[in-house]
């Protein structure tokens, strides 16, 4: 289908409040939704006057969300409080939703410059977090105003330390790509993405979120597959930032040396919650195995098969595993749907990769890859700060490669 003509759409307004929407993403989801809701009204209005955009992206994923969806209906129909689960449902429909209007919206204006934005607030939120932790170890004056740079243990920007660090690894994933992939379309230097290298690498370790380092490992072996040679050199940075962050002398070292010690104690607090959280979501996946207890009834349910409080609460809502959450509240259906799209997702950002290889294929795919450890220990899949980020960053890289069909 012909792409709306660039008149009748206003690409420049477009492109405009697609920017500030990633721009404010790493800081605030309140004012990147505000900024979505306006490129919606753009976008909707150049349909009015007769634009006509490319639905898309091609390839079936009309049918993985269509299955997705029907599994989610199902579960909510069957779940032990389907009124409950039906309050649920627009965080759900929103999914597809965005990754369409993305996919629609892209192809009209310049994805790279509309990126460099998400970069920018990326770079932002590292630094207001490198100076939470360096002013809470006494390295920088702390602050009580504004709040978003009070000192804090863990970097964390104006967000949970966990999202924090998630952001950090796309943040990395984006820097590493276009290091080793200079983009003509930005023209930037090689020392750009080199200091975001740096700082984005020093937040995601000061974020203490261990999931996020798995997912940078994760993303960093999909580097080492598609750019090994020029990238031992980073790797030989990283480790030596790392380490210095480790030294006995450094302020940062015994808040991180406790972290990696801990890392997989089972009696460490964290890792003994999780591991409730966990067992939790699979009793209820025996007792109800296709469709599960339904779609936000992981809370109602919970105290009933966990009468000890975990973590001092009764209740809990996050399994912190989203393919454990989906087994709990979607049964077996539900997980296989998930990881049905989830690797639809994966296999489109291969495909990019292959096909073109340049920085934005590189950086959507190390950040699905990334995407999908982050899940592992965390319901990032329901955080809006970075399945938003994930989904922009994905439908960007198909959206040029749409343009050169």
């Not at 370790?205 to 072996?221: F, K, Y």
């Not at 990881?339 to 920085?359: G, K, Q, T, V, Y």
């Not at 590189?362 to 592992?376: E, G, H, I, K, R």
Request: proline letters at 7%; glycine letters at 8%.
């Amino acid at each position: 289908m012909k792409a709306a003509h660039p008149e009748r759409f206003q690409p420049e307004a477009l492109g405009l409040f697609l920017a500030l929407f990633a721009l404010t993403l790493p800081f605030s989801i309140s004012a990147a939704e505000i900024s979505l809701l306006i490129c919606a009204l753009l976008f909707f209005w150049g349909l009015g006057r007769g634009g006509r955009p490319a639905w898309g992206p091609p390839g079936g994923s009309g049918a993985v969300w269509a299955l997705y969806l029907a599994v989610l209906a199902a579960a909510c129909a069957a779940g032990v409080s389907p009124l409950r689960s039906l309050h649920f449902l627009n965080k759900e429909l929103h999914k597809p939703a965005l990754f369409l209007f993305f996919a629609a919206s892209l192809p009209l204006v310049s994805y790279p410059r509309a990126a460099r934005w998400l970069f920018a607030g990326f770079l932002a939120s590292a630094l207001a977090g490198i100076y939470q932790a360096a002013s809470w170890h006494g390295l920088l004056p702390a602050l009580a105003h504004p709040f978003w740079l009070r000192a804090g243990p863990r970097a964390h920007g104006s967000i949970h330390p966990v999202t924090f660090g998630e952001s950090m690894v796309f943040c990395l994933c984006g820097a590493l790509a276009l290091w080793l992939r200079p983009d003509p379309v930005l023209r930037w230097k090689r020392a750009v993405p080199a200091a975001a290298l740096g700082l984005g690498s020093a937040a995601l370790i000061l974020s203490g979120t261990r999931g996020a380092w798995m997912a940078m490992a994760a993303a960093l072996a999909v580097f080492a597959l598609r750019a090994p040679r020029r990238l031992w050199p980073l790797l030989v940075l990283g480790a030596a930032l790392a380490g210095g962050l480790l030294l006995p002398r450094s302020a940062f070292s015994p808040f991180l040396r406790e972290r990696l010690q801990r890392f997989a104690d089972p009696a460490y607090e964290p890792n003994a919650a999780r591991l409730e959280y966990w067992k939790t979501a699979v009793a209820m996946a025996k007792d109800r195995p296709l469709l599960g207890v339904g779609p936000s009834n992981y809370w109602t349910e919970f105290p009933r098969y966990h009468p000890e409080p975990v973590e001092g609460h009764e209740n809990a809502g996050n399994v912190h595993d989203i393919y454990l959450q989906h087994l709990a509240e979607r049964g077996l259906l539900g997980l296989a749907a998930l990881l049905l799209l989830f690797a639809w997702l994966w296999s489109r950002a291969l495909a990019d990769e292959l096909a073109r290889a340049d920085a934005w294929s590189l950086w959507s795919l190390s950040a699905a890859t990334a995407f999908l450890v982050m899940n592992l220990t965390e319901s990032s899949w329901q955080v809006a700060t970075t399945w938003h980020a994930f989904a922009f960053l994905w439908a960007g890289s198909r959206s040029l490669g749409a343009k050169e069909l």
